[in-house]
């Protein structure tokens, strides 16, 4: 599943919803725009609350272009099955 990391507007906030990280509990804000396009904006300072990502950035990866860490991953898709999360063009 590709997860599209990068620019939130302020107008997008409001359709984010709050999910952790079922690993490390990073909390992250998510949008699923349609069942195989995510977008995702950290909250915290998740280079140092996530250990994969915290691995990512000691590498010399920005974490802004890291797109969630696996378990994340698993955790929205999860929140997904379990209709925890919606799915924007499944809604409307
Ligand atoms: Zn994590």
Not at 5 to 22: N, S
Not at 69 to 91: N, Q, Y
Request: net charge negative.
């Amino acid at each position: 599943m590709p997860i599209t990391p990068g620019r939130i507007t302020p107008d997008d906030d409001r359709l984010m919803e709050e999910l952790a990280c079922r690993r490390c509990a990073t909390t992250v804000l998510v949008r699923k725009n349609t069942r195989t396009q995510t977008s995702i904006q950290w909250l915290a300072d998740a280079g140092e609350t996530c250990t994969e990502l915290a691995e990512q950035r000691a590498a010399g990866k920005p974490t802004g272009l890291v797109s969630g860490c696996t378990a994340l991953r698993e955790s929205i898709e999860d929140a997904v099955t379990e209709g925890r999360l919606s799915v924007l063009d499944e809604v409307r």
